[in-house]
């Protein structure tokens, strides 16, 4: 059997979508032809050259910026030109709306019945850019990873454009496992894309093969063009699921935990280029599992980056040191709040006091940290927002990067299921009708968390200077991964 894998804008163009990459790892690794073809990389550099604005200095800066590293006020420069560009082709397009995180046709994302079916930013794209890498494989099963809401719009145009081809098409990923699981709307996007499976791939593999993740090599890859990066960054995971799984608002807790074997990583490690950047896609790094991998790393000249909590295992003994000596560029650390009570009540496990000290000596060893908060739980008081920001602002510059996020309330999660016992009431966004949703609206005991809190990071913005000095110096696009790369300011 041949494949060939697809990811439909729009993905950032950043680095490459973990799910349609790992798959065609996965199914090299067992001798299956099964290149992965990066729609939405084409995708960015298609619009960009279409585009009437000049983008080759700023591309030039994105993938080879001086000293590898991103200055923040020429990123910001860079970036805007981008943002520019890409504007200017979704003009030809009236009401859509794209940037290189997002995309939105005319009346939202979520009925897929009200996408327009003429005249959206895909259709000259697929004609142009993969109908010739179709024709070269004829007989090749289309494979489409489908991770992120945003690929929704270019997801439903391909099922179309592959169903006037004739091609054998499955679509699967990680967005419709979400909404089958743990949002709304799947029966409603089967009837726009019929050829949705939920296997995570295990199905395509001969008998007797194992897991999906059980080998993984580096795949080929059959786009030619630069992602927007300083170096290739591979996405690696130790695990799938959560290696925590006990807050109670986690939409993910029903997600078997499945550890990769050590081999594996190795073998990914091992066949991929040198000096990559490895952004490990765990939910939460096993400790243990990154110790055991630190010598590997150091040993290929590869740098790292990934999400953990901020946990007192860190403070052992020269950890820290090993981990900043590997290569490590950024922690991307889940503190949530600085409020004692709202962590218990969650079952964060997570303690302010200790987050701060991680955050410190982490800090001191020159590793980025790229820190989580959450505003607007249930039960949240002013008092709660408060500890949160006295929080940031006493870790000040051991923080380099902050997202301040607002609390959505999934669908389906142990707190939703239990709303009574947090004084929570239930609301929908769309009443009488069916649509795609991985959340829902709610309120607590009369009073709605999320608008207080909204209200909150708007005050903190305008008088705490170090919160807003951490606004400004996160960057808007393009993710984490930008942040792995980014070096200090230079002083004007
Ligand atoms: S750490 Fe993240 S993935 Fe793990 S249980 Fe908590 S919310 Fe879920």
Redesign the pocket.
């Given at each position: 059997m041949r494949y060939l894998i697809l990811s439909p804008p729009v993905h950032q163009p950043s680095e490459p979508p973990s799910g349609a990459f790992l798959l065609s790892a996965a199914l090299a690794a067992r001798g299956i032809e099964a290149p992965f073809f990066d729609l939405s990389l084409e995708f960015f550099h298609f619009a960009l050259e279409k585009s009437t604005i000049n983008t080759t200095p700023a591309l030039r800066y994105m993938t080879s910026p001086p000293g590898s590293l991103y200055e923040p006020h020429q990123h910001a420069s860079h970036s805007g030109v981008i943002m520019s560009a890409l504007k200017r082709y979704a003009g030809s397009y009236p009401g859509w709306h794209l940037t290189p995180m997002d995309c939105s046709p005319p009346r939202g994302l979520h009925r897929p019945g009200d996408y327009p079916s003429m005249h959206t930013p895909f259709g000259d794209f697929y004609r142009e850019i993969l109908e010739p890498v179709l024709n070269e494989r004829e007989n090749a099963t289309v494979l489409v990873s489908v991770a992120y809401l945003s690929q929704l719009p270019g997801a439903v145009e391909l099922g179309r454009f592959l169903r006037t081809r004739g091609r054998k098409a499955l679509f699967g990923g990680s967005l419709f496992e979400s909404l089958s699981r743990t949002g709304t709307g799947m029966s409603l996007l089967k009837t726009f894309i019929p050829e949705v499976t939920l296997d995570d791939g295990s199905g395509l593999l001969p008998p007797n093969a194992g897991q999906v993740m059980d080998e993984l090599v580096f795949p080929e890859l059959l786009s030619k063009k630069d992602y927007l990066s300083p170096a290739y960054v591979l996405p690696v995971a130790f695990t799938t699921g959560?290696?925590?799984?006990?807050?109670l608002?986690?939409?993910?807790?029903e997600k078997p935990l499945k550890a990769i074997p050590e081999r594996t990583i190795r073998k990914l490690l091992e066949t991929a280029p040198s000096d990559v950047m490895v952004h490990f896609i765990d939910?939460?790094v096993p400790l243990p599992r990154l110790e055991s991998t630190l010598a590997l790393l150091e040993d290929k000249g590869h740098r790292f980056f990934g999400f953990t909590?901020a946990t007192g295992e860190f403070l052992k003994p020269g950890l820290l040191d090993r981990i900043a000596r590997s290569g490590c560029s950024m922690l991307q650390w889940?503190i949530e709040s600085g409020s004692p009570g709202i962590l218990e009540r969650f079952?964060?496990g997570i303690d302010p006091e200790t987050a701060l000290k991680v955050l410190r000596e982490s800090s001191a060893r020159g590793i980025r940290n790229y820190a989580y908060f959450l505003f607007g739980l249930p039960g949240e008081t002013a008092r709660d927002r408060e500890m949160t920001l006295e929080l940031i602002e006493a870790a000040g510059a051991a923080i380099s990067f902050m997202n301040a996020s607002v609390f959505n309330l999934p669908v389906d999660s142990e707190l939703t299921e239990r709303h009574g016992e947090f004084g929570m009431s239930l609301g929908t966004y769309d009443p009488g009708t069916d649509a795609i949703r991985l959340y829902s609206p709610f309120t607590c005991e009369g009073s709605d968390p999320r608008t207080e809190a909204k209200r909150f990071l708007w005050e903190a913005e305008r008088n705490s200077p170090v919160f807003s000095n951490l606004l400004k110096s996160t960057p808007k696009w393009f993710r984490a991964t930008h942040m792995a790369f980014m070096g200090p300011p230079t002083p004007f």
């Open positions: 959560c290696i925590w799984n006990k807050c608002f986690c939409p993910d807790r939910s939460t909590r889940g079952g964060k």
